[in-house]
């Protein structure tokens, strides 16, 4: 069975500093990951996703992360926050019937 | 459509009444999900179809929950005899053809159900 846990139900960050999200996940076969990002009264919007074609996996709006099998985890990154970047991510991992396994989420506060 | 659509964005009802949540998918999509997302809960999935495959009803929390889709497009999720807890977002969203594993699903804004 696959699951995920995202560290941390919020992070602060300054605008300009880097951001960084926590993922690990577990899974008994090799695992297809993905970000999703929820804009306050929005819907989910994929960020981007691993496929297991390159372990760094660059997405929308300035967004990466990094499959690393042997720390199990792939955390979300970007090198400077603006304040259009606050929202909720979500970490999630492909389930055996194709459904996505959900991490909490994670808020990202934005500090002027 | 250029997106999942949903209907309707806001639901209010009385416990015990019957609710019915719609979704049409992006054209052309095969795959539908539906997912639920609740404080307590976090996101949950509920129900899979895929073409005329028989559905993947694994997640679905009780009998009260069912749903359907007609045709292969818009599916229904119909909750019968509404409880407190049932009060969430039901998301649903859509994907491809191919059946792989890396088909990015598409969401839909969402059902914001509130069970008095």
């Known amino acids: 069975a696959q699951s995920v846990t995202q560290l941390g139900s919020h992070v602060s960050v300054s605008e300009g500093a880097l951001v960084l999200l926590r993922c690990n996940y577990s899974?008994?076969?090799?695992?297809?990951l993905f970000w999703y990002v929820q804009y306050p009264n929005q819907g989910l919007q994929l960020l981007l996703k691993?496929?297991?074609?390159a372990t760094l996996v660059k997405g929308i709006n300035g967004f990466e992360a990094e499959f690393k099998k042997s720390e199990t985890s792939f955390h979300l990154t970007k090198p400077s926050a603006h304040m259009s970047d606050a929202a909720e991510y979500f970490c999630?991992?492909?389930?055996?019937?194709?459904?996505?396994?959900w991490g909490a989420g994670t808020k990202l506060i934005i500090k002027p | 459509g250029a997106g999942v659509s949903q209907s309707p964005s806001n639901k209010v009802t009385e416990k015990g009444k019957d609710v019915e949540l719609r979704c049409d998918p992006i054209?052309?999509?095969?795959?539908l999900y539906w997912y639920r997302q609740s404080l307590g809960q976090g996101l949950e999935f509920l129900i899979y179809?895929?073409?005329?495959?028989?559905?993947?009803k694994s997640g679905l929390p009780s009998d009260r929950f069912s749903a359907e889709r007609t045709g292969g497009s818009v599916s229904t999720l119909t909750i019968q005899r509404t409880q407190q807890e049932d009060s969430a977002v039901y998301l649903c969203?859509?994907?491809?053809?191919?059946?792989?594993?890396?088909?990015?699903?598409?969401f839909g804004p969402g059902t914001r159900l509130t069970v008095l």
């Open positions: 899974s008994s076969v090799p695992p297809y």
């Open positions: 999630a991992v492909r389930g055996s019937n194709y459904q996505l396994i």
């Open positions: 691993y496929t297991s074609a």
């Open positions: 054209s052309g999509h095969t795959a």
């Open positions: 179809f895929q073409g005329n495959s028989a559905p993947d």
């Open positions: 969203a859509s994907h491809g053809t191919s059946g792989s594993f890396t088909d990015t699903q598409y």
